[in-house]
């Protein structure tokens, strides 16, 4: 088996590309030192490939260069030798001459071009999801029945970044690059790159399900063009980030102490008969995998009552983990517990710890639910200071806000008029039990058992000054109803915020998720219980969505 030598500075969600490399046939050795670079090649050969030339070269694939490191001139001399090298993400964006993120620190400079942030007046930053790498730019007839390292013009990628290198038609053309590009609100960017030995993707191939390891496996068996059996449609074809579909699992240990995916009704989810089990309704390693297959763009994972074990007592979540980044090669969060935790020995485990478990196990976003509640609630003591010692901004320092998630779980507050309370309040057209028109959403913590008084407009936006890079958007009284979505909750958080938001709780069809995506600017949808009873499937929920005209990633075999 060939080895691709893999160089990671950031101590993020790796397992899933090692897993992805070797789900396509490779395996893995990870440079430790600016040294392993040039020596690499020496050591390593790869005595079982038929390519001769391939053999005595070394496949470097570099998720970020930090210039200080000293890994600068070492990566500069293998891409001049001529030897293979990709570039994922960080690692596109480290071959261009420099940031805006941070003007100090230079880039490569192999290629001409600054990154730049997203433009929020429109849209949602970070840029979060699926989209495409056409490589059909000039639309010419050659350009759109080749496909370049496994790349298709219908094919969706899993995105997830701030910044990006703008798009301008024949610059790096001229200098020989393909370039495969992406759209998303009015900006064209940079998605892929390709010249002799050098390819680079802004996108996650590993995490790009059965498209991202197509190209992952094109690039390392040195596949660069391939005619495409069919000439793809231009709807087909059509750039712009897709809706993104979530499907989500509830776990916990159930009154036997298996683990199970469970689902509740307003966050209850024992059974209502008299022996009042809690809801078992499957595995949750196999019921993710079941999802990805039927097209789901993320799945995630909430251990449901963390809040009464420490961390050590949860490494089943981590097996869990290990285990579904093994087959689903899309996106992973994790959520319950992540905070900082005091083992029963009495030792602390800070909360970025706990984190990097589950980055280390395969996860991709950790989501923060209760811990985030009380840290809000400091920050607004703090006169809105932030601390730098919360498990939000120092997760997010560490690994990038795309890789924090906070969890909502908000319950409506009747009030008979906005004066009633000192709280954010919203006109309701669904009115309270006493006919009143108003109501504030409170933040509750511990799956709904503790109300704060404290409204998720002021979460939410104390949330996004720490660095927190999605929010996922529950409501307890829509949870487990089939009733549909919170819509004047979703429209009212998506106004105070600039990051994504995930809609949560209530979908009963795949027309709830259509009108969620139709009548709030939301990022993203989830639903449950729609899925673990079988009601529908994630595929129906995407066609139902197509039909109204609505973009989507079909999922590829
Ligand atoms: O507080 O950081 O330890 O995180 C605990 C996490 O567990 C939080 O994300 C919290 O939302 C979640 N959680 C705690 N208790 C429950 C419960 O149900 N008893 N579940 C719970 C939250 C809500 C969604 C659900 C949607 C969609 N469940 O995950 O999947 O409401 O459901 P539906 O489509 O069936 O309507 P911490």
Redesign the pocket.
């Known amino acids: 088996m060939s080895t691709v030598h893999l160089l990671d500075h950031v101590a993020g969600n790796v397992r899933s590309l090692v897993n992805a490399i070797e789900k396509v046939g490779y395996t893995v050795e990870w440079i430790q030192s600016p040294g392993d670079v040039a020596e690499a090649e020496v050591i390593h050969t790869f005595q079982q490939h038929p390519d001769p030339k391939i053999e005595s070269t070394l496949k470097l694939i570099l998720q970020v260069v930090i210039a200080s490191a000293g890994y600068v001139e070492p990566i500069k001399q293998h891409i001049e030798a001529g030897k293979p090298f990709m570039g994922i993400c960080v690692g596109l964006q480290a071959l261009f001459e420099g940031s805006e993120e941070n003007p100090a620190v230079s880039g490569l400079g192999l290629l001409p071009g600054r990154l730049e942030r997203f433009k929020d007046e429109d849209k949602s930053v970070p840029h979060i999801g699926w989209n495409s790498a056409n490589t059909s730019n000039g639309g010419d007839e050659q350009s759109t029945q080749e496909s370049l390292y496994g790349l298709r013009p219908d094919s969706k990628y899993y995105y997830v970044h701030s910044y990006a290198v703008p798009y301008q038609e024949g610059v790096l053309e001229k200098d020989g690059w393909a370039v495969a590009t992406a759209r998303y609100g009015n900006e064209k960017f940079i998605g892929a790159i390709a010249k002799d030995n050098v390819l680079a993707t802004q996108f996650h191939p590993e995490k790009s399900g059965a498209a991202g390891l197509r190209v992952l496996k094109a690039f390392l068996d040195g596949r660069k063009v391939e005619k495409l059996a069919t000439r793809p449609s231009a709807k087909a074809t059509k750039e712009g980030l897709t809706r993104r579909v979530i499907a ?1 699992m ?1 776990v916990r240990t159930n009154d036997k102490g298996d683990l199970v995916v469970t ?2 009704d307003q ?1 209850d ?1 024992r059974e209502k008969d008299a022996g009042g089990e809690v809801r078992n309704l499957g595995k949750p390693v196999d019921m993710a995998r079941k999802y990805y297959e039927q097209g789901a763009d993320e799945i995630t994972f ?1 251990n ?1 009552t ?2 009464r074990n420490s961390p050590l007592a949860d490494t089943p979540m981590l097996e869990i983990l290990r285990q579904t980044s093994e087959t689903v090669f899309v996106p992973l969060t994790i ?5 900082d935790t005091v083992e029963p020995d009495g030792s602390m485990i800070p909360a970025i710890d706990v984190a990097q478990m589950y980055f280390k196990s395969g996860a991709d976003k950790v ?5 985030a509640v009380t840290a809000a609630e400091e920050y607004y003591a703090r006169d809105k200071k932030l601390s730098g010692r919360t498990a939000i901004e120092m997760i997010s320092q560490a690994y990038g806000n795309q890789a924090v998630v906070v ?1 909502v ?1 908000p319950k409506r507050v009747y009030v008979a008029s906005p004066d009633s309370t000192a709280h954010h309040t919203i006109r309701t057209s669904i009115p309270g039990p006493h006919g009143e028109e108003y109501c504030w959403y409170q933040c509750t ?4 058992r503790e109300g704060r008084d404290f409204d998720v407009r002021q979460l939410v936006t104390a949330v996004e000054a720490m660095g927190a890079g999605e929010i996922l958007l ?1 409501c307890i009284d ?3 109803t089939n009733s549909g979505f919170d819509l004047e909750l979703i429209n009212d958080v998506k106004a105070a915020i600039k990051i994504p938001v995930i809609a ?4 009963g069809n795949p027309g709830h998720f259509a009108e969620v995506f139709e009548k709030t600017p939301t990022d993203a949808a ?5 899925f673990h009873r079988g009601e529908y499937t994630v595929k129906q929920v995407k066609e139902e969505l197509q039909q109204r005209g609505l973009l989507v990633r079909q999922y590829e075999e």
């Open positions: 989500c509830d689902k509740g966050y989810v909430l449901i963390s809040f959520g319950g517990g992540i905070r989501s923060i639910g209760s811990d969890s779980d913590i511990k799956g709904g529950n829509k949870d487990g949560s709780s209530g979908a989830l639903g449950a219980g729609i």
